[in-house]
Nanobody, 119 residues
């Protein structure tokens, strides 16, 4: 059974930092494409950052480029999102997302979300 468990959310002031973590289990973590999404009140869920297996590629939304860094520790099956210079518009529920592959078939999984509030 695949599980994604986020942690590290909280309430901070503008300009401060937070690091989100997502612990994965139940799948071959090192071969999964991992990502962070967020959803602010009244808005659609949006992709924030993504990282491919072997760190061969990373993606960042324009709104977070230069401030957020996505990384992964395959030995710990954990995904991270370092968020610096936080802005009020970063306030949202942040979700961990995984695409797990079995052969050519990819199955998608979501974590339960962690709240980030910037004021």
């Amino acid at each position: 059974q695949v599980q994604l468990v986020e942690s590290g959310g909280g309430s901070v002031q503008t300009g401060e930092s937070l690091r989100l973590s997502c612990a994965g289990s139940g799948y071959r973590y090192s071969t999964a494409t991992m990502a962070w999404f967020r959803q602010a009140p009244g808005k659609e869920r949006e992709g924030v950052a993504a990282i491919w297996p072997g760190d061969t590629r990373k993606y960042y939304a324009d709104s977070v480029k230069g401030r957020f860094t996505i990384s992964r520790d395959n030995a710990k099956s954990t995904l991270y999102l370092q968020m610096n210079s936080l802005k009020t518009e970063d306030t949202a529920v942040y979700y961990c997302f995984a695409t797990c592959y079995s052969g050519s078939k990819g199955t998608k999984y979501w974590g339960q979300g962690t709240q980030v509030t910037v004021s």
